[in-house]
């Protein structure tokens, strides 16, 4: 299969690999500071009851014309798709700078988030996440914040206005491909979202 050049299918061997091969062999390395990897293994290894070997990066601090949503197969040390990501409202229009857990703030949150189920919403197949990290995303099943595809962080959306729309915080994903990153990430992966709030 392939997914904008970057899906492969994704099966559990035994055992994991070190991390640096995680970082470089799977190519990551090309697209993720140090920093932004380093933050992503801590906040899988403090996860409980992870039941798929998969990690999912969101990098806030790429602009949204870039692709920005990273999964990885954390036993083969394998990138399975790389893609586009929207952030939400009330922070700049193609980068992220504000951040908040707060209810009605419209606006992204970061840390750790656990998946869990999914269904049918405005946006068709969609998937809940629960915030695992204090100060930054408690609030995200109170927030309604769930991962689903929007026409607005779509390529043809980008290549016409050279940037993603923005969501209500949720992190949307190009329509078409959000069935295919939903099954593979559901019940029980991790995400992380990484990203620093400043003034602009």
Not at 48 to 56: E, F, I, M, Q, Y
Not at 138 to 165: C, D, E, M, Q, T
Request: charged share 20%; net charge positive.
């Amino acid at each position: 299969m392939a997914l904008l050049g970057l899906w492969v299918g994704w099966s559990s061997p035994a055992v994991a690999i070190n991390e640096s091969a995680l970082y470089y062999g799977s190519g990551l390395s090309r697209l993720i500071s140090p920093q932004v990897f380093e933050g992503a293994l801590q906040g899988y290894r403090q996860v409980p009851g992870k039941r798929k070997a998969l990690l999912t990066i969101i990098d806030y601090s790429k602009p949204s014309s870039e692709r920005r949503l990273f999964i990885l197969d954390m036993l083969k040390g394998r990138l399975l798709a790389a893609t586009w990501v929207s952030h939400g409202r009330n922070s700049e229009d193609e980068q992220a700078y504000a951040f908040s857990d707060r209810p009605e703030s419209r606006q992204s949150s970061l840390g750790v988030y656990r998946t869990a189920e999914t269904y049918l919403g405005k946006y068709g197949y969609s998937l809940r996440l629960d915030g695992l990290t204090p100060g930054k995303n408690l609030n995200a099943r109170k927030r309604a914040i769930v991962l689903h595809g929007a026409p607005y962080a779509s390529p043809a959306h980008l290549k016409r206005f050279g940037k993603l729309g923005r969501s209500w915080g949720c992190p949307a994903v190009p329509l078409e491909q959000a069935p295919r990153i939903i099954r593979l990430i559901e019940g029980g992966s991790v995400i992380y979202a990484y990203g620093s709030n400043r003034q602009v």
